[in-house]
T-cell receptor
């Protein structure tokens, strides 16, 4: 157990639907990062939050959004889902000084 | 912008043989470098990291990596591979100026022959 908790582990949904992925960071970590892993694109950085505020944005589609709550857990919202959004979505966390991520075990999203 | 290249998509190695995985990075300043391992269906686990200092870094599971600034490389090595080392390995580069964002290479899948 890495200490980063992601739920759900698996999600199957239809095109056009909206889903929410949840991440609880390791205790004491203020930063949360979201990555998408697919066969054709590899590991792509989506977005980072630090202590509730957006810190950096990567290749995140406009249909996707995220937030970090006061208790530091984060949610990634994916809407108007397309077949191509099927992927593993990872959350990682880090603290301010211990540079280097701790990853969760991921959420496998399948869009049918 | 930072980038990472892992030239080998697949590597097959016999159990007990040595392993070297290549990683080349592009970054304008001194990078922070990482190696992660991902077993099937699992998340990524940090093997080792380089921030500064000694260019030979020791990690978990018997892995080590060497930072060579002149070659922009950070290759991962293990002297004797075990069947449990079969996994996908990712090299990553980061910079504190980029908000600690890590950029990952495409990964190298390691197969271990008995």
């Amino acid at each position: 157990d890495s200490g980063v908790t992601q739920t759900p582990k698996h999600l199957i949904t239809a095109t056009g639907q909206r889903v929410t992925l949840r991440c609880s960071p390791r205790s004491g970590d203020l930063s949360v990062y979201w990555y998408q892993q697919s066969l054709d694109q590899g590991l792509q950085f989506l977005i980072q939050y630090y202590n509730g505020e957006e810190r950096a944005k990567g290749n995140i589609l406009e249909r996707f959004s995220a937030q970090q709550f006061p208790d530091l857990h984060s949610e990634l919202n994916l809407s108007s889902l397309e077949l191509g959004d099927s992927a593993l979505y990872f959350c990682a966390s880090s603290d301010r000084d211990n540079y280097g991520y701790t990853f969760g075990s991921g959420t496998r999203l399948t869009v049918v | 912008a930072q980038s990472v290249t892992q030239p080998d998509i697949h590597i097959t190695v016999s159990e007990g043989a040595s392993l070297e995985l290549r990683c080349n990075y592009s970054y304008g300043a001194t990078p922070y470098l990482f190696w992660y391992v991902q077993s099937p269906g699992q998340g990524l686990q940090l093997l080792l990291k380089y921030f500064s200092g000694d260019t030979l870094v020791q990690g978990i599971k018997g892995f080590e990596a060497e930072f060579k600034r002149s070659q922009s490389s950070f290759n991962l090595r293990k002297p004797s591979v075990h069947w449990s080392d079969a996994a996908e390995y990712f090299c990553a580069v980061g910079a504190r100026a980029a908000g600690n964002k890590l950029t990952f290479g495409g990964g190298t899948r390691v197969l271990v022959k008995p």
